[in-house]
């Protein structure tokens, strides 16, 4: 304690020294130091780039309409100029896209200030106008993230001193400060040029219908003198205006609607240029991918969410795999230099896993073996040779798959689905070409006209050409344009292939009615003859679906040391997705599990032991019970177990115990579990599991 | 008449019956004025408006005060002593005994000797909310104050009887009948138009937007917006000037179609190009249709289903095997058409649940997304909850329509109506 200067005694205050930097402190784990974190954080940084271009991208529309309908928006006298977004269902990620808007108005010079401001935060007209303001007269110079410096903004602008008189003297001080050359035309003319004042309302339908429209009232009766704009963000649809804003208000609005696209849309660009990219240093394994892409669709179509739960991944990928993954996974370019960086402990641990494993097992060179099990630097060599060829692999993989998602997309009813992704994740979960959906896809191309099929294969070719590798694939591509020459000389005269059975030769005496109609309907097939074009296209299907295919689209997870580049479902499941009851239940029922004590090891469920805490005992007690629960009965029970003696009457229980029991009851109640019961005297009713809902 | 009021009259048409009102309450140069004067009407009639330009005019020092944004009674009195008392330093005001001791102050300064003050409380409602004599008191401000210069003017959409208050006089602002309009909006005829038509246009207009609204300055939105279109015809020459019903019949498919964006709020432009960034143009379908998560979607009909079904029917309907159908069917189908218009009903989460699962053809386990997919929901206004407090078993009510519940279940194939009893 620091010592006063003053003469009398006395009672000081000592302001608490802020602490400079919050995060340093706060972080309580610092992983720089090992090297699998390090190699998580090159492949991650990498990838939250691509993330944000693509991001960038795809809103790229949406904002360019949005800051020229902002900044050409001419207000009149009466109505609030207003933009409507409709930003489609998930609110976590549209925060990017309004701090985004955000920090293009700053920069593009567009507007003066900009609030975002959330429902939360706006409960009454009060919260709203002063949060508002404060947003609008901060500099937009401060940090972009709204809740850590909410704190420092306070300390330079009271809340009192938020109010719209002050914004207006605000806004005629900075107008007075930038020197207009034109200051005797305070006509329209400058007005629209003025800077706005942009308020955007993250999520609409939450607001308080009351406290919005006292609010858009009181900005409209500023409108004259202050360039209001506003933003809503409408999750659902426009008619979510008229149903939460009166008459009045939305008379005082003119309104205009922007479309965001949806965020399948944004995940599938999401998808198609980061994650399922040759590039991409990890891939994801079909169940793990499938898993993910269907949290999106059932549960949140929430694209961060998604990014998210795959770094989770990617983090426990790197952490489990250890050095040699973090080393081996990563881009192409730095492979050599990081296999050289393998140490012997790291090479074993190669050597341990499955794929690398049957690699050996599979060489028939008995002095491989052992060199392969023995010599680390003939093993480096090889891990390096295996790396080569298991990207060289990959790229087969995705160069094979966009092929036939180019041509099986836009098939009828879509068997193998519309998009990239439905068509990755049933590649790598199995052969795809056994599928009957595969089958089906080539019946269908069966019936392709002549121009299309020229179309498709064409186009096929060229994804070939663009790929940038000319050595891979370079057969295929050869053998395509062959076939292709012949589709585009064949003409339509009919040709037979095979020569015709003598229909007499088979003519048996049929039996049923039904027999001769399907000796019919054979004979109407064998005779039928086909063109030059249907051989040309039978044989072409027939190479690409059957030969090509099946070749290159192998999923790549039987190669060796898949496992370096591959994320595998482990507990993702129940990280990314939480179960509600199981996790409780089990902290209560099995405390071991996650204390991982050795004293409270049960090998029956039933089982109660001493040693664990007084809540995991009154719980498992409480579980034998129905759905009322008489307290005696229970204090009696949990005195048998942790004294290990029978009481015989109240006097007889160790005060302390009973303390410990009435804990542990009340922490019960907190958690939910039990509540005092009105029904009968000195009962608790059970809440969960099988009690009553009473 | 005074010339200054003749002038206003002009520019105001349709009030003059209220400019002699306030004519002979303030009477120009007069020292002593009424205690306190109530205005009432209907929204855009021109109280304030009027009532501002009259004093104004007529030379009074006008104090206009629009009282929501008073949201505390401190901004409320900064601003009125602000503009009663200019002075140079910042005004501080704490509570109504303050604002009247410094009125005696600035009047003992001579303040309110040469023009006469008016202060206007406009859209007065809004200071109940602050506390219940805030308006007693500004009705006994001039008592209070002995400043018998200055006066209180209400301004209010609520009808004097709702406030505790005896003011001195009342003057009501009607609404604007047909005739009076369509005086109204000769005012901004576009001046290459000629009289003739521009009248057949505005009664013609008239006679489709009454009918949705009566607000002014709507209304003269909408009618210039469309004025273009009724002269077409006759500038290309495809009617004559005088054949109203032809024009007629060429300009009302516009003015609803402006009518039904008006409703709403929302111009919609023509231009493809400006709208939006996709490629389709957005039509009121795709405004209409919104995408849920899949697991949102069932919740949602499922709520549908639990509020417009009794629960004693869920057993027949959610069940495989329900039994037999009793045949009551008269009585019930009576019940049911009641019951579809008592709206929807309360229930509670353990239903919900129970429903989901029973429309569901696929497992679900129940983890914590899945539970707030119905947080999200309630988010979305399309749930409500009902209560507060009640955690163990909470209950909500399904605020979606049919026709939302029923697109939404299309897009899954699944049948509503197969589930509901009418």
């Given at each position: 304690m620091d010592s006063t200067v003053s003469v009398s005694r006395g009672c000081f205050a000592f302001p608490a020294t802020v602490k400079g930097k919050k995060a340093k402190a706060n972080?309580?784990?610092?992983?720089?130091?090992e090297g699998w974190y390090r190699g998580f954080k090159d492949v991650w940084d990498n990838n939250i780039k691509q993330l944000d271009n693509v991001e960038g991208g795809v809103i790229e529309t949406l904002m360019q309409d949005l800051t020229s309908y902002i900044s050409s928006s001419t207000e009149n006298d009466t109505q609030i100029p207003a933009a409507a977004i409709?930003?489609?269902?998930?609110?976590?990620?549209h925060g990017s896209l309004f701090s985004r808007l955000k920090s293009r108005l700053h920069n593009e010079g567009i507007a003066s200030g900009v609030a975002i401001l959330r429902s939360t935060d706006c409960i009454t007209v009060k919260n709203t106008v002063e949060r508002c303001i404060s947003h609008l007269m901060e500099?937009?110079?401060?940090?972009?993230?709204?809740?850590?410096e909410e704190e420092e903004r306070q300390i330079d602008l009271k809340r009192s001193q938020c109010t719209l008189p002050n914004l207006s003297k605000w806004v005629e001080n900075l107008n007075s400060r930038?020197?207009?050359?034109?200051?005797?035309?305070?006509t329209n003319l400058q007005r629209s040029n003025q800077k706005k004042l942009v308020v955007i309302l993250?999520?609409?339908?939450?607001?308080?219908p009351n406290t919005l429209s006292a609010f858009i009232q009181i900005l409209s009766g500023y409108q004259p003198k202050l360039p209001f704009i506003l933003v809503f963000g409408i999750a659902?649809?426009?008619s979510a205006i008229d149903e939460v804003l009166p008459h009045s208000s939305i008379s005082r609005l003119s309104l205009k609607a922007f479309q965001a696209q949806p965020s399948v849309y944004f995940l599938n660009n999401t998808l198609n240029k980061v994650?399922?990219?040759?590039?991409?240093?990890f891939q994801l394994s079909g169940k793990l991918f499938k898993f993910f892409t269907q949290v999106f669709l059932f549960y949140d179509f929430s694209v961060n969410r998604f990014i998210q739960g795959v770094k989770y991944c990617v983090m426990e990928h790197y952490r489990v795999g250890g050095t040699p993954t973090s080393l081996l996974c990563c881009p192409e370019a730095l492979l050599k230099g990081r296999v050289d960086q393998l140490a012997h402990d790291d090479i074993e641990h190669i050597r341990r896993l499955g794929s690398f494993r049957s690699y050996v097992e599979s060489t028939k060179d008995k002095q491989k073996q052992i060199k392969l099990l023995s010599d680390d630097t003939f093993t480096k060599k090889e891990i390096l040779k295996l790396m080569t060829e298991l990207r060289l692999r990959i790229k087969e993989f995705y160069l094979a798959l966009s092929l036939l998602h180019h041509i099986v997309?836009?098939?009828?009813?879509?068997p193998l689905g519309k998009q990239l992704r439905e068509l990755y994740a049933v590649a790598m979960s199995k052969d795809?070409?056994?599928t009957a959906e595969y089958k089906e896809c080539k019946q269908l191309l069966g019936f392709l006209s002549k121009d299309e099929l020229v179309e498709k294969t064409k186009s096929m070719i060229d994804i070939l050409v663009e790929?940038?590798?000319?050595?891979?694939?370079k057969d295929e591509e050869k053998q395509l344009k062959n076939l292709l020459i012949a589709v585009e000389d064949a003409g339509v005269s009919k040709v037979t292939?095979?020569?015709?059975?003598?229909?007499?030769?088979?003519?048996t005496p049929v039996k049923s009615r039904s027999e001769l109609r399907q000796k019919v309907v054979e004979l109407g097939i064998g005779k039928k003859s086909k063109t030059a074009y249907e051989l040309a296209r039978e044989d072409l299907l027939n190479y690409v679906m059957d030969e090509m295919v099946p070749a290159k689209l192998r999923?790549?997870?039987?190669?060796?040391?898949?496992e370096i580049v591959t994320l595998v479902e482990s507990e993702a499941r129940y990280r990314v997705?939480?179960?509600?009851?199981a996790p409780i239940h089990t902290a209560l029922n099995n405390p071991a599990h996650y204390?991982?004590?050795?004293?409270?090891?049960?090998?029956?469920?039933d089982e109660i032991l001493p040693s664990m805490p007084d809540l995991c005992i009154a719980y498992k007690l409480h579980l034998?019970?129905?759905?009322?629960?008489?307290m005696y009965d229970w204090l009696q029970s949990f005195n048998v177990l942790v004294s290990g003696k029978q009481a015989e009457?109240?006097?007889?229980?160790?005060l302390k115990i009973q303390a410990r029991f009435t804990q542990a009851v009340s922490e019960m109640e907190f958690l939910g579990f039990v509540k005092s019961s009105?029904?009968?005297?000195?009962h608790v009713a059970r809440l969960t599991w099988g009690g009553s809902t009473t | 008449m005074n010339p200054k009021i003749k002038f206003l009259a002009e520019q105001f048409p349709c009030r003059e019956k209220e400019l002699e009102q306030l004519e002979s309450l303030f009477?120009?140069?007069?020292?002593i004025l009424p205690e306190s004067v109530f205005i009432y009407g209907q929204p855009a009639t021109g109280k304030t408006s009027v009532t501002c330009e009259y004093l104004k005019t007529t030379g009074f020092q006008l104090v206009h005060i629009?009282?929501?944004?008073?949201?505390?009674s401190r901004l409320l009195l900064d601003q009125i002593l602000g503009s009663l008392v200019p002075s140079e330093s910042p005004v501080k005001c704490d509570n109504f005994m303050d604002l009247v001791h410094q009125l005696k102050v600035a009047r003992g300064q001579g303040?309110?000797?040469?023009r006469s003050h008016v202060l206007v409380l406009d859209g007065?409602?809004?200071?109940l909310n602050l506390s219940d004599v805030v308006i007693q008191f500004f009705a006994k401000l001039q008592e209070l104050t002995?400043?018998?210069?200055l006066s209180v003017v209400f301004i209010s959409r609520?009808?004097?009887?709702?406030?505790?208050v005896s003011p001195t006089v009342v003057v009501h602002f009607p609404q604007y009948s047909k005739d009076d309009l369509a005086k109204i909006f000769k005012i901004f005829?576009?001046?290459?138009?000629n009289d003739e038509l521009y009248s057949t246009y505005i009664s013609s207009a008239l006679t489709v937007f009454l009918r949705t609204t009566r607000d002014v300055m709507e209304m003269k939105n909408l009618i210039l917006k469309n004025v273009d279109k009724y002269v077409e015809p006759v500038i290309r020459g495809?009617?004559?000037?005088?054949?109203v019903l032809l024009l007629w019949r060429l300009v009302t498919p516009h003015l609803r179609a402006s009518l039904n964006s008006a409703y709403l709020g929302i111009t919609l432009e023509d231009?493809?190009?400006?709208?939006?960034?996709?490629?389709?143009l957005i039509t009121h379908k795709r405004l209409k249709a919104f995408d849920l998560p899949y697991y949102a979607k069932y919740f949602l009909i499922a709520s549908y289903l639990a509020s417009y079904n009794?629960?004693?029917h869920d057993r027949r309907l959610f069940m495989?095997?329900?039994?037999k159908q009793r045949k009551q069917a008269k009585k019930e189908k009576a019940k049911s058409k009641v019951s579809e218009l008592l709206g929807p009903k309360a229930f509670s989460l353990d239903r919900l649940l129970a429903i989901f699962y029973a429309i569901m053809e696929e497992k679900a386990s129940l983890t914590v997304n899945l539970m707030s997919q119905i947080a999200s929901l309630v988010e979305l206004r399309l749930l409500a909850k009902m209560g507060?407090?009640?955690?163990?078993n909470p209950k909500f009510k399904c605020l979606a329509g049919f026709d939302c519940v029923a697109a939404v279940a299309d897009t899954l194939g699944f049948n509503v109506r197969k589930y509901l009893l009418d």
């Open positions: 972080s309580p784990l610092n992983f720089d130091s409709l930003t489609g269902i998930n609110l976590p990620d500099s937009p110079l401060d940090s972009e993230d709204e809740f850590d930038s020197p207009s050359p034109s200051k005797k035309k305070k993250r999520d609409f339908e939450t607001f308080n659902t649809t426009l994650f399922l990219t040759p590039d991409c240093p997309a836009q098939l009828p009813q879509y795809i070409w056994v790929s940038g590798d000319s050595s891979l694939m292939r095979s020569p015709m059975k003598s229909p007499m030769k088979n003519l999923s790549f997870t039987q190669a060796p040391l898949w997705v939480p179960r509600i009851r204390l991982m004590c050795e004293c409270c090891k049960i090998v029956d469920d034998e019970s129905g759905s009322l629960i008489n009457d109240e006097e007889d229980i160790d009105k029904k009968k005297a000195d | 009477s120009e140069n007069s020292q629009s009282c929501i944004e008073c949201y505390t303040f309110f000797k040469e007065v409602e809004h200071l002995s400043i018998y210069s609520v009808i004097p009887e709702k406030f505790n005829k576009p001046s290459d138009i495809d009617s004559a000037p005088s054949d231009e493809p190009s400006t709208v939006g960034n996709d490629p389709e009794s629960p004693k495989k095997n329900h039994g507060d407090g009640n955690i163990d």
